[in-house]
Each structure stands twice: as structure tokens, then as C-alpha cells.
């Protein structure tokens, strides 16, 4: 019960050092660009929790980052009334082998605190990828045509659309994802991700996992930032 209350008294923020900041990213020629809004740098200890929670299927370290992305306030821009969130599509193998879609989780806590509805089950793959964390940056940007699929919903299918996602890379996918929800004539207002991975400097190659710390399992996963997080939601498993 004092993990529980712990939990919902205690300020996210103020456990856990984020520096939220903007992007752009392009959508269409067209369509232009969107802002894209994260709530941190993707840095090793902010990694070394995501790939904890999305490799590891860790129940409770989802549940603190989805939290976590709780503190992040909604930007003046969106102040339309008839706004939808929508999680990124989930691959459907490793959908039925975590049980969690994080994408999933953080705009439901997102939809509750910016009291938005959230749209689940609106986009959708139409078979399994590898994963992204395994290639590189130019394997990332190319998409496969009609791989995300937008199922706009039946009261007011062309509401505005707000993306989100666990971390942006090169924004390959939510500009699959963008594309396909104008396809279907509904407006793309922009994104939020929990962490921003930003483009390497000039010189810089190879595999991005190259760049980013091991899975949990031999080292990270002791990192500060676990212990605070499993002490946030130790009682909500």
C-alpha cells in the first residue's frame, strides 16, 4: 500500500530529471510537416528502461514510463475539443508475445491527463517487421507501401489526429503511419514520443544499436532510473 500511494502522490518529474523538447518531421511534400513533442533524449538510461520494458516485457517498468510521459503538458497548438490520440501500430508477433503494447499505454495515460480520447486498434500492420532497434538508420527510412493501415472511427472519422509513439528514430514510421490516417482524409495535427533520438553527426555510422547500451540483463537495468521507476509501481502490478 505504500508503493501504491507513493505512486500517486509523488511527481514524476521531479524523480526523474527529463529535458522535454519539439521536433519537425515531414510528412508529404503535400501535407507538409508536423511538430513532433518528446519528453526526453533518448540517452542510456532512458533506453536501457524502454528496451526493459519492450524486450523484457516488464509490466511495471511500462507502466512507470507511461506515467512518466504524464507530465508532459499538452501543447497550446492542440486545443481542439474533437482531437484523437492514436498509439503506432503494434507488430502482431511480438504484440502476442509481450501482452503490452507500450505505444498503447502511454496514450492511454496520456488521453486521461489531457483528457483526449484515444483511438486503439485505429492503425494496424498488415504483417510483422523486424525489429527496429536492430537496423540501421537508412534501413529504417525505407517503408513498406501499405504496410500501416488506418481504420478511421465511425462517430467523426475525420477528427484530427494526434500520433504517439515510444521513440522516434529517423520518423520513418509515424510518417507511414501520417500517411496512411491522410489517405483516409483525416488531418495529422502531429506526434508525441516518450524519447527523441536525434540525427548523428556528420562522420557518424553504423548500426544505431551499435550506439545504444546492451539490453537489460547486463548492466543498465541497474541504472537509477529502474530502481525509481520499480519503486513507482511496485504496487500497481
Known amino acids: 500500500m505504500d508503493g501504491l500511494l507513493h505512486w500517486l502522490w509523488a511527481s514524476p518529474r521531479e524523480a526523474y530529471p527529463v529535458e522535454p523538447g519539439k521536433t519537425s518531421l515531414e510528412i508529404s511534400p503535400k501535407a507538409g510537416e508536423i511538430n513532433v513533442f518528446y519528453l526526453a533524449r533518448y540517452t542510456p538510461e532512458v533506453s536501457s528502461q524502454i528496451q526493459r520494458a519492450k524486450y523484457h516485457s516488464d509490466w511495471t517498468t511500462a507502466l512507470g514510463l507511461a506515467r512518466l510521459l504524464r507530465s508532459l503538458d499538452r501543447p497550446q497548438q492542440w486545443?481542439?475539443?474533437d482531437l484523437l490520440l492514436v498509439p503506432m501500430a503494434p507488430d502482431p508477433k511480438r504484440l502476442a508475445t509481450r501482452g503490452?503494447?507500450?505505444p498503447a499505454l502511454l496514450a492511454k495515460a496520456l488521453g486521461r491527463h489531457w483528457r483526449i480520447p484515444v483511438r486503439r486498434g485505429g492503425l494496424?500492420?498488415?504483417?510483422?517487421?523486424?525489429?527496429?532497434?536492430?537496423?540501421?538508420r537508412a534501413e529504417r527510412q525505407q517503408t513498406?507501401?501499405?504496410?500501416?493501415?488506418w481504420s478511421p472511427?465511425?462517430?467523426n472519422p475525420l477528427a484530427p489526429v494526434i500520433l504517439v509513439d515510444d521513440v522516434m528514430t529517423t520518423g520513418a514510421t509515424l510518417?507511414?503511419?501520417?500517411?496512411?490516417?491522410?489517405?483516409?482524409?483525416?488531418?495529422?495535427?502531429?506526434?508525441?514520443?516518450?524519447?527523441?533520438?536525434?540525427?548523428?553527426?556528420t562522420g557518424q555510422t553504423g548500426a544505431l544499436a551499435k550506439a545504444m547500451p546492451p539490453r537489460p540483463?547486463?548492466?543498465?537495468?541497474?541504472?537509477?532510473?529502474?530502481?525509481?521507476?520499480?519503486?513507482?509501481?511496485?504496487?500497481m502490478r
Request: hydrophobic share 30%.
Open 153 to 155: 472511427p465511425r462517430q
Open 124 to 136: 494496424t500492420k498488415t504483417r510483422s517487421t523486424p525489429e527496429q532497434a536492430r537496423r540501421t
Open 175 to 201: 510518417r507511414s503511419a501520417a500517411q496512411a490516417i491522410n489517405e483516409g482524409g483525416s488531418p495529422v495535427l502531429g506526434a508525441v514520443v516518450l524519447a527523441y533520438v536525434p540525427a548523428p553527426q
Open 79 to 81: 486545443s481542439e475539443s
Open 217 to 235: 540483463g547486463s548492466g543498465p537495468e541497474q541504472s537509477t532510473w529502474h530502481h525509481r521507476l520499480w519503486e513507482r509501481t511496485e504496487g
Open 144 to 149: 513498406e507501401p501499405g504496410l500501416i493501415v
Open 100 to 102: 503490452f503494447h507500450l
